[in-house]
């Protein structure tokens, strides 16, 4: 079997962590590097959840998109939820590995997988490339087969992500023809701007605010927006984290399994309408 030390070489090969912001945390946040590690779960978020999942499954090592402690600590006692949950990888043996802003930028990277989710076509280039290389960067923008109104690429969109409690949200004319699309994982507010500037017919991101939102689609020369659930937008990414990894260490002779996670960690599980409560 491998050592955990030789997986990490290998994911960061593939999701260098210089790429990383610098208010990120990425790498290794928990397990011993020379332990063996067979089984891989690859999920989202760190939470309870998908430790219980890991354990069930007997996984050496959890790979998550997002850190564990983002803004840093100075504990990991038991009292919190994300101390409980170290305490429960360490005891297990179970290691923990995030790549976040470093797979965002990647190439491919998260927002590849996105685009392919919500069926856009290549070649997909970066919304904004990398300072230092334009094959990376935040965001990707790609093309559908054939124009279509801008109701029928949001229920293909619905379709092509996995399903949360607050769905899609849309912002434009139904009616719009959609031809070339732009899309970004997770948070996309600062890529705004950018998205317009491309000339795109609709941004497909996530954890759009009011008034940015509200402003942007005041102005008639702008694309669409469609929001999805911030969880929904990475998760596509994990199957082609996960398929990498395998391939890579296949060619070096290893054998290696790999799981993605179909727990849904979205913060959001149930909607409701002011009808429901009267």
Request: aromatic content about 6%.
């Amino acid at each position: 079997m491998p050592t955990l030390a030789e997986i990490v070489t290998e994911l960061e090969t593939r999701y260098d962590p210089r790429w990383a912001e610098s208010w990120d945390a990425v790498g290794l946040v928990c397990g011993d590097p020379s332990a063996e590690v067979r089984r891989i779960l690859f999920a989202v978020d760190p939470t309870a959840a998908v430790a219980e999942e890991a354990l069930d499954w007997g996984a050496g090592l959890i790979v998550t998109h997002h850190p564990l402690y983002l803004r840093g600590t100075t504990s990991v006692a038991a009292t919190t939820p994300k101390g409980r949950l170290v305490h429960t990888l360490v005891r297990n043996d179970v290691a923990l590995f995030a790549a976040h802003t470093n797979a965002d930028v990647a190439d491919p990277g998260v927002s590849d997988a996105l685009a392919r989710a919500v069926g856009l076509t290549g070649p997909l280039v970066p919304l904004r490339p990398a300072d230092d290389d334009p094959r990376r960067g935040l965001g990707r923008i790609g093309s559908l087969p054939a124009p279509v109104p801008l109701a029928e690429f949001a229920r293909q969109a619905a379709r092509g992500l996995p399903a949360t409690a607050g769905g899609l949200r849309v912002a434009g004319d139904p009616a719009r023809p959609v031809r070339r699309v732009a899309v970004s994982g997770g948070a996309g507010d600062s890529l705004l701007g950018t998205a317009r500037a491309a000339g795109v017919d609709v941004f497909l991101t996530a954890d759009l605010r009011h008034h940015p939102a509200s402003e942007f689609v005041e102005d008639p020369g702008a694309p669409a927006l469609i929001d999805a659930a911030h969880w929904a937008t990475e998760w596509p990414w994990l199957a082609d984290a996960a398929g990498h990894l395998t391939s890579a260490m296949a060619a070096r002779g290893i054998n290696v399994e790999t799981r993605v996670s179909e727990t849904v960690t979205d913060a959001w599980n149930t909607t409701a309408k002011c009808e429901d409560f009267t």
